[in-house]
Structures are given as C-alpha cells and as structure tokens.
C-alpha cells in the first residue's frame, strides 16, 4: 500500500486556528506600541516648543507674542498647525525657532503667552488620525512639566 504525502485538513485547520491566537495577540500590543509613539511625537514637540521659548524669554525678557488680540482685548492662541488633515504647512512663531515634525503632524500644536507665562498645547482633537482620537490634549507651561496624553 503506498502511502500519500501532504497535509490532512485538521492539520491545516491547526494551523489556522495557531495564527489566528497569534494575531490576536500580538496586533493590539503593535497598535498600543504604535499609539504610544504618535504621543512620544507629540511630546518631543511641545519640548522643543518650551525651549525655544524659554531661550526666548531668557534673550527678550517676556514669551513670545501670540496672535493679536482679537478685539476683546485677549490674545487668541498660536496655531502651529492643523492636524484635521494631512498636510506639512507649519505657522512659525515670530522670534521663536522651532522646526516643524517630520511628515504631516498628527496633532495641533498652539501657544499661548501671557506676560511671564506660556502654555503649548498638543491636541489630537480632529486630528486626521483616527488611532489618536481618544488621547487626552498633552500641555506644557511654564514650569516644564507636560500633562496630559493618556487614552
């Protein structure tokens, strides 16, 4: 009797059901891992952000100015950027150096200075990201110290 080579269908079905437990496994913490680096993007930035004010307030002796006031006599928020779709434009800060992310920006960076303070702000609110619409807006002021970025 001679005897047949290949794979029996429960051998196969096996094999299936190994890659299916696999998968399961592993794509969430490859989503979580992806996530958390898109926030570490974010991060980075609003570092930048604080040191290059914080060089600017040392070298000028006040932040530097945001948008004119609108009017009401407050100074509305500097927006970077717009993150709701992919593009590259970066609105630079008067006086304030700081270089744009590499790509299209994932969130939207705002300043917003006030005599001897300052606030920077990442928001994935709208962003074009989807993965990133249940992360919190990250912020750093003054004191260094970001907040926020937590899903």
């Known amino acids: 009797m001679r005897r047949r080579k290949g794979f029996t269908l429960i051998e196969l079905m ?3 059901v ?3 437990i696999l998968a399961a496994l592993a794509i969430p913490r ?3 891992a992806a996530k958390k680096a898109k926030v570490s993007e974010a991060r980075t930035m609003l570092k930048q952000i604080y040191t290059a004010a914080e060089t600017y307030y040392q070298e000028i002796g006040a932040f530097p100015p945001c948008n004119p006031a609108d009017g009401s006599g407050t100074a509305t928020p ?6 709701s779709t992919k593009n590259t434009n970066w609105n630079a800060v008067p006086g304030l150096i700081v270089d744009r992310p ?3 920006p994932r969130f939207t960076y705002t300043i917003t200075a006030s005599g001897a303070s ?3 702000t990442a ?3 709208n962003s074009y990201d989807a993965s990133l619409q249940d992360v919190s807006t990250l912020s750093i002021s003054t004191d260094g110290i970001i ?3 937590t899903w």
């Not at 500097?78 to 993150?83: E, G, P, S, V, Y």
């Open 14 to 16: 096996i094999v299936v």
């Open 147 to 149: 907040q926020g970025g």
């Open 118 to 120: 300052f606030t920077a």
């Open 123 to 125: 928001s994935s609110a």
């Open 18 to 20: 190994i890659i299916g």
């Open 78 to 83: 500097w927006a970077f950027n717009n993150a």
């Open 30 to 32: 490859f989503m979580a």
């Open 102 to 104: 590499s790509g299209e």
